[in-house]
């Protein structure tokens, strides 16, 4: 099992930037890729970026390209979620995601507790 905990959230500016961390422990020698969701109150939970676990290939939500960057902290087991011009509209809570292989056929999904991020306007 993968356990991820993320941190980072807080408030901040329209215009401003936040870092978050989600730091994986437990069997991450099985992780095939790590996310970051968002869901805001009364909306369906929307996919942010995803980075690629051993290819280091990443993807981004189309609200989130240009400004969003999900990466690896120097090889640890920490996935970070950089977020520049935020808007009031990038409020939610995030959500980490950390995808599995459990074995040849099954891929096991993980997620954290999440961290709240507001933009105040």
């Known amino acids: 099992q993968v356990r991820l905990v993320e941190s980072g959230g807080g408030l901040v500016q329209a215009g401003g930037s936040l870092r978050l961390s989600c730091a994986a422990s437990?069997?991450?020698?099985?992780?095939?890729?790590m996310s970051w969701y968002r869901q805001a109150p009364g909306k369906e939970r929307e996919f942010v970026a995803r980075?690629?676990?051993?290819?280091?290939?990443?993807s981004y939500g189309d609200s989130m390209k240009g400004r969003f960057t999900i990466g690896r902290d120097n090889g640890k087991n920490t996935v970070y979620l950089q977020m520049n011009s935020l808007k009031p509209e990038d409020t939610a809570r995030y959500y980490c995601?950390?995808?599995?292989?459990?074995?040849?056929?099954?891929?096991?999904?993980?997620w954290g507790q999440g961290t709240q991020v507001t933009v105040s306007s």
């Open positions: 437990g069997r991450t020698s099985e992780i095939v890729d």
């Open positions: 980075l690629k676990w051993n290819s280091g290939n990443t």
């Open positions: 995601n950390g995808r599995g292989r459990i074995n040849a056929f099954q891929i096991s999904p993980y």
